[in-house]
Structures are given as C-alpha cells and as structure tokens.
C-alpha cells in the first residue's frame, strides 16, 4: 500500500461511506424506536447498506457515462458485486450486526456504540474490498489491444485514438516517486491533447514547450507559465517574446544566437544551456545531433548570459528517444560534473540540472525496469561537485502505453504471396514513426476477430508506397473489410504527429477517465511543433 492507493481508495469510498454514517444512524434510531437493541443493530445495518450501495451504484454509472467506451449496465454490476460481495456478505452476515450489537453495551450510549461498531467493522470490509478492487484495476481491458472487447462496443468513428488518464496519471507517479528527480515536466509535444495534459496538470505534473502555441494550450487547463520550461534550443523570436509576456522565465539556449535573442525579447530571464550528445548509446527513434555544445562551449554560454543581463541557470542534455540503455544518463552527468567544477572556480553555481527525457515504453518487447534508470541516474548524481535542482522531460514513457489507436480495415490483398492489410491509419495519418525508425518500433497489434493467425504486411490508406506500419506481422487470416486492427502503445507521437495527406483524417482522441479528466477543453494543436527531439 502506497499513497497513490489510499488517496485512490478515499476518492472511491469516502463519498458512499459519508452516505453509510448517516444511512446507519438513521436506521439504528428508527429500529431502537421498534425493536430495542436488536432492532437497533438491524436498522442500522440496513440503513447503512442501502445508503451506502445506491450512491456506489449512481457514481459508477455517472463515471461510465463520460467514458469513451462505457461498460453495459449489467457489466457495471457483476464488477461491483465482484468488488463488494465477498466483503459484504461477511460483514452483512456476522462481522456488521455483532459489533453494532456489542458497540452500544461497550460505549453504554446509542449513538456513539453505533459508531463505533461501525468503525470496527469497516476495518474488515474495505480490507476485503479495497483488495477486490484492486485486483478488477489491474486487470482492465480499455487500453490493451491484446483484449479489445470494449473496443468493439465503441461507437465511434475511426480512426480515433482512446487515451486511459488513469494509466496517464499511474506513469507520472511511478517515474516521480521511482526516479531521484525533484520536478517533473511533461514534454507537451508528445501528446498534446487537453484531456491529458489537464489530467496530469491534477496529479502535479509540470511541463516542458517548445512553441508559445503549446504555452496557451497549458494555460488554458490552468498550468502558471512561470512553471514551465521552455526547452526549444531554437525559438522564434515572437514566440520568445510572447512567452516572457505570459509569465515563462526559464529558456533554453545554445548559441550566441539565441543567447541575444532571449536578452533582447525576455530580459532578465534565467537560461540554461543544451550540451551536445555524448556519443553514448543510441534511442531506438533517432533524435539527436540537431542542438547542444560541449562543455567549454557551455561554459563561455552561461559566462555570457550574466554580462547580457540574463541568469546563469542551468545545463541540460538529451539522450536520445526511446533510450534502452540506461547508462547513458551516467555518462551525460558525468560531463556535467566537470562543466559544474569549471563554473564554480568562476562563482557561478547553478540552480538546475535537467536531464531530458528519452525513458522508454513498452512496445511489443520489454524495456529495463524503471529502477534501473533510478540507480545510474542516482550514482551518477552522487558524483557531482555539487547538486543542483534535478528536473525529467519524460514524454512516451508518461502516455505511449496508456493509448489504443482503433482502426477500421480499409482493404486486404494478397500481393507477390503475401497478404496485404490496409488500415484507415498510416505512417503519414498517425504512426509516423514507424517510418522514422525504419519499422523498428513495432508496436503491439490485435484485431476484432480474434482468429487464427497469419503473416501479414500492415499499410495504411495513402497510395503513397513507404506508407506502411509493420512487416512480417500477425493478424486473424479471416480478417476482412469493416474489421477493426487496434493498435497499442499508440499514446505519444501520433496523433500530435500526424498530417492529412493525401485527404485522409487525423485521428481524434477520446479520454477514459473521470468526467473532469474527460472534460473536452478548447484549443488543441494539430502538430508537433518546430524543433525539438522526442522524449
């Protein structure tokens, strides 16, 4: 049990348990007026069932309403009476009537025995329910592809991609509490739908940018622009301009360049500087080479920014997207710890250290634990002169698995003995990076039918020829048109990335989650923004 869980089961429980208390002291006086202290503990018993089950039941068919694909009202009531029914009839049968019974000869009062046999017995009842709850979480199928029935069900146009906030949420606070960091910022570029970035924004999340455009979406769901990075190495001068009007303060450099930029459009702003890459392992998604200077270089930036009125901030680096290896963060801090000596025998101490993103997800094949990343980030951090405020950009690793790109089969074709399957969703329109990485980052496929499967080649809807998902992978060999292909760990890169070449849509997304988190919010960015590596 964690804090996560308890602040999940208080969200869960404490509105029907308020329900419960007034439900059961009602009850209790309303049977003690009837049966004495028999009818009392029946009354209250009762009372409290009914209170309590009606506002579980109203709040869990609300919640359903605001999901993209909502479960049918007799799923929703075998899931709860898996979550409750086992405590419920211990508690209701023996554990409930005995300790509302005892509870009044104990306390010598009514009222306060009721309460107090109340207490002890949900000991015993959320233990079992909390459990069973628990356990039905883990085992949810709206974002996994390998069991899409309540895919099926959605009436919803395709293609769309379907974000889970909750798997959203559960990978911030599993970075956060599992990596030696002291902020995290989400690199908004990567999925910039409001739903997601309002629910995150909830959990504490912060945020990285690299345009203005991507700073108004964040305002919009209540994000401080003084809160913010801006991580572009690169930006346009208007947009430094009106970012510094908005309230950001913190702006990446590397170049003289950009270093007059941000003196001249956002005086008195605090800089740090992008060093280049090490030369170390290599992401799976190529990103690196377009922006950073070696250490020295960096150095004589932040010397600089003093002169011009600005602050010496800080220094960041990326290692690349996708990235297996986790060493590659040691070795990039280690650079950063001889460039930290050579300031300080200037007087200058930096405030922050951010070491970008770059964590992976789980495609179609496992990733290292994130611990392991905590444990040569840690060491690494230990080595330096000093510590300065440790920041994360996290990006795929936050949304890719928590997102499900639900596509209708268009067409299929057996072609050169291979068969063909063509999808309303392709490279250009959604899975850009299949194309990127030269169809490396496979991801996880499954289908509506279910069936027997056969290899098949994976395409999209353009007549462009590179327009092509997978090769050599396995769907139903009855697979035909009208069929749906989902399509997993589709949360980062894809719909944000996506273009309408050729005429074809541009997925639209739909969130699962709580009615505020699902809560449409104006102002969406069509595409990624100029200049900036993926995380």
Not at 144 to 162: I, Q, S
Not at 175 to 195: F, I, M, Q, S, W
Not at 444 to 451: F, N
Request: with cysteine; glycine share 10%.
């Amino acid at each position: 049990m964690n804090r996560r869980c308890l602040v999940r089961w208080l969200g869960r429980y404490a509105p029907p348990e308020v329900a419960a208390i007034i439900g059961a002291l009602l009850g209790a006086l309303v049977g003690a007026r009837l049966g004495g202290a028999a009818g009392g503990a029946v009354g209250g018993t009762v009372g409290e069932c009914l209170a309590f089950y009606v506002v579980v039941v109203v709040r869990e068919l609300r919640g359903e309403s605001a999901t993209a694909a909502p479960r049918s009202l007799r799923q929703v009531l075998v899931d709860l009476l898996v979550e409750f029914g086992p405590a419920e009839a211990l508690d209701s049968l023996l554990v409930r009537p005995l300790a509302m019974y005892v509870g009044p000869m104990v306390t010598g009062g009514l009222l306060s025995g009721t309460v107090a046999g109340k207490v002890a017995a949900d000991l015993v009842f959320y233990a079992l329910a909390a459990f069973a709850f628990e356990q039905r979480r883990a085992q949810r199928t709206v974002p996994d592809p390998l069991a899409p029935a309540v895919l099926d069900a959605a009436p919803h146009r395709t293609p769309y991609l379907l974000m889970d906030l909750d798997r959203v949420v559960g990978a911030f606070h599993a970075l956060r509490t599992t990596l030696p960091v002291d902020e995290v910022h989400y690199a908004t570029k990567c999925n910039p739908d409001p739903g997601v970035l309002a629910a995150l924004h909830r959990a504490g999340c912060r945020f990285e940018i690299a345009s203005y455009p991507e700073l108004v979406v964040l305002r919009k769901v209540g994000v401080r622009a003084a809160d913010v990075l801006f991580s572009n190495p690169v930006k346009p001068p208007d947009h430094v301009a009106r970012a510094f009007a908005a309230g950001c303060r913190r702006f990446a450099v590397d170049s003289a360049t950009e270093l007059g930029k941000v003196a001249l459009h956002a005086p008195g702003s605090a800089v740090y500087v992008r060093l280049q890459s090490t030369g170390g392992p290599v992401g799976t998604v190529p990103s690196e080479g377009k922006f950073g200077v070696d250490p020295g270089e960096a150095v004589r930036l932040l010397l600089d920014a003093a002169v011009l009125g600005l602050r010496p901030y800080g220094v960041t680096f990326h290692v690349g997207s996708q990235m297996l290896e986790p060493r590659a963060w040691s070795t990039a801090i280690d650079e950063v710890g001889t460039l930290l000596t050579a300031l300080d025998r200037t007087g200058v101490r930096l405030e922050m250290l951010d070491i970008g993103g770059g964590f992976p997800a789980r495609y179609s094949a496992d990733v290292p634990p994130l611990a392991a990343y905590a444990d040569e980030i840690g060491r690494a951090l230990d080595r330096l002169p000093y510590r300065p405020r440790v920041v994360v950009e996290p990006g795929r690793a936050l949304v890719a698995e928590a997102g499900v790109l639900v596509t209708t089969v268009l067409g299929r074709a057996r072609r050169r003995g291979r068969d063909w399957v063509h999808l309303d969703v392709g490279a250009f329109n959604g899975v850009m990076e299949a194309l990127e990485t030269g169809n490396r980052l496979a991801y996880p496929l499954s289908d509506s039918r279910r069936g027997i499967p056969t290899r098949c080649h994976v395409t999209g809807p353009s007549c462009d020829s590179q327009d092509t998902i997978l090769f050599d992978t396995a769907l139903s060999a009855d697979l035909t048109c009208g069929d749906k292909v989902y399509i997993g760990s589709a949360g980062a890169y894809t719909t944000a990335y996506a273009s309408r070449f050729n005429g074809f849509d541009v997925p639209r997304v739909r969130c699962v989650g709580p009615r505020d988190s699902a809560a449409p919010v104006p102002g969406a960015l069509p595409t990624v923004p100029m200049g900036s590596e993926r995380t």
